[in-house]
C-alpha cells in the first residue's frame, strides 16, 4: 500500500524525467533521484529531494523506483549495470520504467526482475513536455494488474489517464502503436504543406480549411502551425522519435509483420537526423520532404 | 445576387449530389437536375425538382449550375461533351464543381467557360455522406472572390465552412492536401491496428489509450472503431480515394514534386482495390497489411 511514507526513488532527470519527478516530490513523497549528469537533478535536490550516486544506491532504500530515460542502452545498463537497480533492489520492492523502450527489453527486466521477487511495471507515455509539466500525460502500463492498479496514487500525480495493456511488454507495445500513428499523420502533414506551399496556397489558411473535416488531427492542430512560423523547437525530437521507430520495426520483424508506413516513416527519419535535425522537433521532417524534388 | 427565383440546376445525384441538391430545393429554390442514372434522381423529382435530359439542357435554363459526380471523366464530358455544359451554356451563368477532381480540369473548365463570359468555381467538399446528409460539410473554394462569396447563401444550405483557397484549381488543390493528410493517418491508424493486434493487445482498448495524445486523429476516432468491429462498408470508397490519390500524384509529379508517403498510400490503395475492396471504405487498408507478412 502507498502512503505518505512510501519511499520514491526516481532515475532520469531529463525534459521529462525532472517535471515528473517534482510532482511527486510537491505531493511530499520521500524522494531519492539520480541521473547520470547530476546537475539536471540539482533543482530536484534543491526542493528536497535526496541525490544518491548511483541506481544501486536508489534501489537500497526505496520502495518503489521509477526510472524515465531517453535511449535503450541507458535502460539497459540501469537496470543491468553493475551499480545498476536489479542487482541492488530487495524482494517486495517495485521498478516502473517510464521510458520508451522495446517490449523486448521491458519483458527481459520483467523475467530478471521477478526472479529476485520484484515486480516491474512498464509504463510509457504521451502528451510530451508539455504533458509531463502539467501532469496531464498518458501512461501505457504493463505488468501484473494488481501492481498496475496499486501505483494508481502516483500514477495520478503526474498523469490524466492510466490504461492497463497487459502483461510485461504491454505498455510498449501500445506506445508502439502510438508512435505508428504518429509517424502516419507526421508524413501526411508534412506533404499536404508541402505541396500546398508549391501549389501556391496560404498554409495557415489550408490548416483552419483541412482542420474541422476527416484530415482533423493532432499533428495537424499542433504542428502544422509550428511548421507555418519555422519553428523546429522540439516538442519531441527527431532521434527520440528514430530510436521509437527503429524499436517498431524491429518488434515488428520480430513478429513477422511488414508494415511499409512505418519503414517509410523510419528512413525518412533517418534521413532528418542526417541533415542535421537530430535535436529538432519532428515536424523537421518538411526539410526533407521539401528538398526531395523530382530528378 | 441570388434570391429565391434564381434557378439551381444540379448534375450529379449519387450519394453526395442528392443530398446536397435536396437541401437547395428544400430551400426553395426552383432546380432542375440530371445524373447519369435518371431512378437515381427520382426522389428529387418527386420532392419538386425538374428533369432535364442532358447537361445542354440543364446549362439553357439555369442561372447557377452545380456539378457532382465521381470520376474525372465524368466531369470532363459533363462540360466538354457535345451535350455538354460549356456548349449550352448563356454569359453571365455560375458553374460550380463540387467534385473532387485535378486542379489542372478545373483550370481547363476556367479557362473555356471564360472566353463565353462564364465564371466557373471549384468547390471540393469533405465532411463525406454524413456531411453531405446534414449539411455540415466543408468547401474548399476556387475561382473569382467576389463570384465565390456571392454563392454563400447557397453554400450556406449544405456546408458549415466555406474557405476560399484562391484562383481557379485552388479548391482541388487544398482539396488534395486534405486527401494527403487523410491517406497518412490511414496508413498510421491501420499499421498500428495489425501491429496491436499482433503483438496480442485489446484493440479497442489501445485505441481509449492513445486517443488522448498526439495519435489523436479523425481517423482513430471514427474508423478504428469501424476496423475492431469488422465493418468495412464505406463511408468514402476505396476506388475514389484511389482516384483522389492518383489526381494528386499527378498534379505533384507536374509540379516537380517528389511525395514518397502519398507514392506509399497510392500503391497500396491500389492494392486494396485489386484485391476486391473497390466499393468498401478506406479502412478496408487493413485487409492489405494485415497479409502483408514476411517472407
Request: aromatic residues 6%; hydrophobic residues 45%; proline residues 4%.
Given at each position: 500500500?502507498?502512503?505518505?511514507?512510501?519511499?520514491?526513488?526516481?532515475?532520469?532527470?531529463?525534459?521529462?524525467?525532472?517535471?515528473?519527478?517534482?510532482?511527486?516530490?510537491?505531493?511530499?513523497f520521500?524522494?531519492?533521484?539520480?541521473?547520470?549528469?547530476?546537475?539536471?537533478?540539482?533543482?530536484?535536490?534543491?526542493?528536497?529531494?535526496?541525490?544518491?550516486?548511483?541506481?544501486a544506491?536508489?534501489?537500497?532504500?526505496?520502495?518503489?523506483?521509477?526510472?524515465?530515460?531517453?535511449?535503450?542502452?541507458?535502460?539497459?545498463?540501469?537496470?543491468?549495470?553493475?551499480?545498476?537497480?536489479?542487482?541492488?533492489?530487495?524482494?517486495?520492492?517495485?521498478?516502473?520504467?517510464?521510458?520508451?523502450?522495446?517490449?523486448?527489453?521491458?519483458?527481459?527486466?520483467h523475467?530478471?526482475a521477478?526472479?529476485?521477487?520484484?515486480?516491474?511495471?512498464?509504463a510509457?507515455?504521451?502528451?510530451?513536455?508539455?504533458?509531463?509539466?502539467?501532469?496531464?500525460?498518458?501512461?501505457?502500463?504493463?505488468?501484473?494488474?494488481?501492481?498496475v492498479?496499486?501505483?494508481?496514487?502516483?500514477?495520478?500525480?503526474?498523469?490524466?489517464?492510466?490504461?492497463?495493456?497487459?502483461a510485461?511488454?504491454?505498455?510498449?507495445?501500445?506506445?508502439?502503436?502510438?508512435?505508428?500513428?504518429?509517424?502516419?499523420?507526421?508524413?501526411?502533414?508534412?506533404?499536404?504543406?508541402?505541396?500546398?506551399?508549391?501549389?501556391?496556397?496560404?498554409?495557415?489558411?489550408?490548416?483552419?480549411?483541412?482542420?474541422?473535416?476527416a484530415?482533423?488531427?493532432?499533428?495537424?492542430?499542433?504542428?502544422?502551425?509550428?511548421i507555418n512560423?519555422?519553428?523546429?523547437?522540439?516538442?519531441?525530437?527527431?532521434?527520440?522519435?528514430?530510436?521509437?521507430?527503429?524499436?517498431?520495426?524491429?518488434?515488428?520483424?520480430?513478429?513477422?509483420?511488414?508494415?511499409?508506413?512505418?519503414?517509410l516513416?523510419?528512413?525518412?527519419?533517418?534521413?532528418?537526423r542526417?541533415?542535421?535535425?537530430?535535436?529538432?522537433?519532428?515536424?523537421?521532417?518538411?526539410?526533407?520532404?521539401r528538398a526531395?524534388?523530382?530528378?
Amino acid at each position: 500500500m502507498i502512503d505518505i511514507n512510501t519511499r520514491i526513488g526516481w532515475i532520469g532527470t531529463g525534459v521529462m524525467g525532472a517535471p515528473m519527478c517534482a510532482h511527486l516530490l510537491s505531493a511530499g513523497f520521500p524522494v531519492c533521484v539520480h541521473s547520470r549528469t547530476r546537475a539536471r537533478a540539482q533543482a530536484l535536490v534543491d526542493a528536497g529531494a535526496c541525490w544518491r550516486g548511483t541506481p544501486a544506491d536508489v534501489a537500497g532504500g526505496c520502495d518503489i523506483v521509477f526510472t524515465m530515460l531517453g535511449m535503450p542502452d541507458e535502460v539497459e545498463s540501469v537496470y543491468f549495470g553493475e551499480q545498476g537497480l536489479l542487482p541492488a533492489v530487495q524482494p517486495g520492492r517495485v521498478l516502473v520504467d517510464m521510458s520508451t523502450t522495446s517490449p523486448s527489453l521491458s519483458r527481459r527486466i520483467h523475467d530478471a526482475a521477478a526472479e529476485k521477487a520484484v515486480r516491474t511495471v512498464d509504463a510509457p507515455v504521451s502528451g510530451g513536455d508539455v504533458g509531463a509539466r502539467n501532469a496531464t500525460l498518458t501512461v501505457m502500463a504493463g505488468g501484473d494488474r494488481d501492481t498496475v492498479a496499486s501505483l494508481q496514487p502516483l500514477f495520478d500525480r503526474i498523469a490524466r489517464v492510466v490504461s492497463y495493456m497487459g502483461a510485461a511488454g504491454s505498455g510498449q507495445h501500445a506506445k508502439m502503436c502510438n508512435q505508428l500513428v504518429v509517424a502516419g499523420t507526421m508524413i501526411g502533414v508534412c506533404e499536404a504543406l508541402v505541396y500546398a506551399a508549391r501549389a501556391g496556397l496560404d498554409c495557415e489558411e489550408l490548416v483552419e480549411a483541412i482542420r474541422p473535416g476527416a484530415a482533423g488531427c493532432w499533428t495537424l492542430d499542433n504542428l502544422a502551425p509550428r511548421i507555418n512560423r519555422d519553428d523546429y523547437a522540439p516538442g519531441f525530437m527527431v532521434e527520440h522519435f528514430v530510436k521509437d521507430l527503429g524499436i517498431a520495426l524491429d518488434e515488428a520483424y520480430r513478429m513477422g509483420l511488414k508494415l511499409p508506413g512505418l519503414e517509410l516513416a523510419f528512413d525518412l527519419y533517418r534521413q532528418v537526423r542526417h541533415s542535421g535535425y537530430g535535436r529538432s522537433g519532428t515536424q523537421a521532417l518538411v526539410h526533407v520532404l521539401r528538398a526531395m524534388l523530382m530528378e
